[in-house]
């Protein structure tokens, strides 16, 4: 894979820096995109001390002209783009009755809103060229309802989904295909720090397998969906949740 370039939104920390460091080891040179640059900066820096291999870029998702411009960037900095991974994600733990018109757009300008712009522009460019990967990180709340997450997040990775569907069928003819990872509770200090131990605890107790899930795998899955190889997959919606939602 070392000719091939991965795109990776919110990739500073957790699952996102995840998904890029096994991108990374995967061969694939590796554009970080994130709003918080020093962390940015620091994983590429981790990755690629002079950057030929991994590079920080600023992206704030929400914006349909950012994404252009990042497109652009890495397109002129090393040739092609092959592979976007849509995992930029945030949500705000409010009761459904005391969702706020802000607290609501917040979410859904993070979660929702960010693939449609990510698919239309990097769609785009990957059907001109016939062929690219786009893996967009949804969510087991998309799923169930996910009440631990929010009815904001819950419809904004619900909505993640159908626009997986909605593109993969678009783009197919044109060499791209568009798929969906939805993951369960993960292995993740962001999880620990925000859930207390007794309700982490019942949520562990709820999973078959007994469990949280590793961010590692979520990975491994989203390398996958990108590889060339990986031409009949496409609309899906991996479900990668220990057995906790089954369908």
């Known amino acids: 894979m070392s000719n091939r370039i991965a795109l990776i939104t919110g990739a500073a920390r957790g699952l996102g820096a995840v998904v890029a460091r096994r991108f990374h080891a995967a061969g694939y040179k590796v554009a970080l995109a994130d709003i918080e640059m020093e962390a940015t900066r620091s994983l590429a820096q981790a990755l690629s001390e002079d950057q030929s291999s991994a590079w920080a870029l600023k992206l704030d998702v929400t914006s349909k002209a950012d994404f252009e411009h990042a497109r652009d960037a890495v397109h002129e900095r090393w040739g092609r783009i092959d592979v976007l991974v849509n995992n930029a994600g945030a949500s705000k733990v409010v009761p459904v009755m005391e969702i706020t018109a802000e607290h609501f757009d917040q979410v859904i300008d993070v979660n929702l809103r960010s693939v449609l712009f990510g698919c239309q522009v990097l769609g785009q460019y990957f059907a001109d060229r016939g062929a690219g990967r786009i893996v967009n990180i949804a969510s087991l709340a998309g799923q169930n309802g996910g009440s631990a997450t929010g009815a904001h997040y819950a419809a904004a990775k619900g909505g993640a989904i159908t626009l997986t ?8 003819a044109r060499g791209v295909t568009v798929n969906a990872i939805s993951p369960g509770p993960l292995d993740l200090p962001v999880v620990h720090e925000s859930v207390p131990a007794d309700k982490l605890d019942k949520v562990i107790a709820s999973i078959p397998v007994g469990r949280l ?7 491994d899955v989203a390398v996958l969906l990108a590889s060339p190889d990986a031409y009949f997959a496409n609309g899906a919606c991996w479900d990668v949740n220990g057995g906790l939602y089954m369908r």
């Open 165 to 172: 569907k909605v593109f993969a069928r678009d783009l197919a």
């Open 213 to 219: 899930g590793s961010a590692d795998y979520i990975a």
